[in-house]
């Protein structure tokens, strides 16, 4: 973590023709350099290595596939520890060829078993077919409604037949939800020339056309004549149904299902086999496949910043823009000769710094442990190049704020404890690569909550809270028998009173203050409210004091490193007087009301509300004041305050328009754009030394002349400034108040759902007691994690993100610069990751 963003450079890349691809290859291991597009007015599709690119997207559509072939088969696809690297350009050929022989020889398994697999299905749906309507035939005459078939012994045939009719019969499977429309139907149809019979299969099949398992139905249509079956058929067809060829007596019957069985199995055997073949070929591509996905998206990424260099006049040498640390200059020549050496190029690669008046990138180096807090001040903005970080600070500030509203022994040991679990298997979960949205915000902020946990360990000892108990451990500074000793008390006050005061200037009563947050015997006392209540407010006030000042301290540096020493005497110094004479002087008067009172004087102890007030309305003559010369040291502090908004207000803009209108001469009005620009955009300003007379000339002839003044603009941007400031003083110092607030909220919570819950199963004093005392604990503990924890927690969370949002930043962070984004291999997304497949 460091104090300011890294110092950047732009750079020239020279990549020889040849070794580029290695070069940039070399570059995306090491993740040092942010490319710039040289060619922003060519589409996508009229680069130069466009169709690389397209090969390259033609493997992941081959890798695809393979990958979903893999998870169907339910095989894991094992994971390198170390990440291959691109290959080099005259093996893309072959891996695209491994790839294309493999998906041809994967689809045509997959056909051949799909294939196999229809054909067993239709045997299957046709063996149970026989076998159900087997029962139909047996089970009674399916002739009696129809007209009579006795054979005439003259011509030898029935009535029917010599009507030119004929019984036919159509036999298939629908599926269930379809039986009732189907029969409905026929019956419209036919005119009630058919006879359907059908039954259930007891098993679930696989739907022929859809592939979902469902429950089918066999059916058994009995008709006369063509016409009425020609009718059928199409009513069949309209319901997708899968019609079978239905035998005409038993003997046909059994030789039909007898060689259906001998088919189904020999397809289950010759399916096994396929299905063992194609999990081979699978077993075999999973040892590779992640391999070839990491190389093909390295060979993609690689060739679209091949598409962002432009090349010179000779069509020899690849020309790249990019934006580089000043401290990373030496490797990124390292991987420029290994590139070049990889790619043996007859001349090396290099860079050439070049000179850039565009603000470059802000990089903010981080760690696992400072990328959380690094995170939570980058969602308010990335930070202008070179300002000033919050992030270290916020390292200790932001969780030391959230335990304050959230201070409890009890919650921030178990918080701590589930952070620490968190970072002891971070290594296990980083593997497991969980899509859970939830779990992995949790997990990646891991360092940030066991930092909140440690400290609402502290602040839990301060205020002396264990799930709304207090711990004694080293002893009450109070003593209650001191007051039957002096005869303050007797048992007949005791008899006689429900509350009882006790007076710390009785002797021996009040032996002290207790070594280490507050005093346990505060929890039994009725007023525990009201102290605590007038203990954390003035608590917040001073803290949200200490944290504004500490953020406008921060803002000098911002002004000396961006050579702005006038903002240090016309904005930072006006600032400072503001804040620290009305509520430094505030937070003064707190400390001194707590040191100069005593025990024995607490009754005329004066009110710092009231003399906060009367600071304002110059009045409280009569009051007793809080110390000797109190009226004399107001009113110059109230002066002071108020003679700092003027200057606040017109120093500044006078100043600039002084700084141009002063001289006539170039050399002024140079002074005044340096002045100006860096006063509208705190970035990156080139030092200038004083010109010398002689060299003067040369120099003004290199710049341009400055910009046309707009005295009203600049006042207007200082005026919104200086009342965003004093309004915001005083705001800001009330909003810091909601540490106080959720504070009390947490302690009253915590309160409640101890009395309401736990002394329930403490108030059964019998054998069942020990038994109730169970479920109770168990829903204790969960209304615990769910409504303290978690609830209390992401609320204290919330509040913590606004006061260092709102309240510390914007006195010295702008937060408007653009986040430095180097081509790193480790940083490219992948598609088969976010769709679960590796």
Known sequence: MVFRSEEMCLAQLFLQSGSEYDCISELGELGLVEFRDLNPSVSSFQRRFVSEIKRCEEMERILGYLLREIHKARIAVPEEDESPLAPPPRQVLEIMEQLQRLEMELSEVAKNK?????NLLELTEYTHMLKITQTFIHSRSRYEEFPTMETDSAGGCTGM???????????????????????????????????????????????????????????????????????????????????????????????????????????????????????????????????????????????????????????????AEVWCPISDLAK???????????????????????????????????NKFTSGFQSIVEAYGVGDYREVSPAPYTIITFPFLFAVMFGDLGHGIVMSLFALWMVLTEKKQNKKRSNNEIWTTFFNGRYIILMMGLFSVYTGLIYNDCFSKSLNIFGSGWSIKAMFTNQQWTNKTLQNNALLTMDPNVSGVFNGPYPFGIDPIWNMAVNRLSFLNSYKMKMSVIVGVIHMSFGVVLSVFNHLHFKQKFNVYLLFLPELLFLLCLFGYLVFMIFYKWLAFSARESNRA???????????????????????????????????????????????????????????????????????????????????????????????????????????????????????????????????????????????????LWAMVMRLGFKITTKVGVVFLVPVFGLFATLTVSILLVMEGLSAFLHALRLHWVEFQNKFYHGTGVKFVPFDFSLLPSVFEQEGLL
């Open 114 to 118: 799909e294939k196999l697999q229809r």
């Open 161 to 319: 037949q010599r009507l030119g009719a004929k019984l036919g019969f159509i036999s298939g499977l629908i599926q269930r939800v379809k039986v009732e429309a189907f029969e409905r139907m026929l019956w419209r149809v036919c005119k009630g020339y058919t006879i359907l019979s059908y039954a259930e299969v007891d098993e679930s099949l696989t739907d022929l056309d859809t592939g979902e398992i469902g429950k089918s139905v066999v059916f058994l249509i009995s008709f006369w004549g063509d016409q009425i079956g020609q009718k059928v058929q199409k009513i069949c067809d309209c319901y997708h149904c899968h019609l079978y060829p239905h035998p005409e007596n038993d003997e046909e019957r059994a030789d039909v299902l007898d060689s259906l069985r001998t088919r189904i199995q020999d397809l289950n055997n010759v399916l096994h086999r396929t299905e063992d073949y194609l999990r081979q070929v699978l077993q075999k591509a999973s040892e590779s496949a992640f391999s070839w996905v990491v190389q093909v998206k390295k060979m993609k990424a690689i060739y679209h910043i091949l598409n962002l260099c432009s090349f010179d006049v000779t069509n020899k040498c690849l020309i």
């Open 332 to 366: 990124l020549r390292g991987a420029l000769e290994e590139g070049s050496r990889k790619g043996d190029a007859t001349v090396p690669s290099f860079v050439n710094r070049i000179p850039c008046t565009d603000t470059p990138p802000t990089l903010l180096r981080s």
């Open 606 to 752: 004066p009110s710092i509300l009231i003399h906060f007030i009367n600071m304002f309305i110059m009045q409280g003559k009569d009051i007793t004041p809080l110390y000797p010369g109190q009226t004399g040291l107001q009113i110059f502090l109230l002066l002071v305050a108020m003679l700092s908004v003027p200057v606040l207000l017109l120093g500044k803009p006078l100043y600039l328009y002084w700084l141009y209108r002063g001289g006539k001469g170039l050399r002024r009005r140079r002074g005044y754009e340096r002045v100006r620009r860096a006063s509208e955009d705190n970035s990156i300003t080139p030092s200038y030394d004083d010109d010398e007379e002689e060299g003067f000339d040369e120099v003004s002839n290199r710049e341009p002349l400055p910009k046309q003044f707009d005295f009203a603009d600049v006042c207007l941007h200082q005026a919104i400034h200086t009342i965003e400031f004093c309004l915001g003083c005083i705001s800001n110092t009330a909003s810091y108040l909601r540490l106080w607030a959720l504070s009390l909220a947490h302690a009253q919570l915590s309160e409640v």
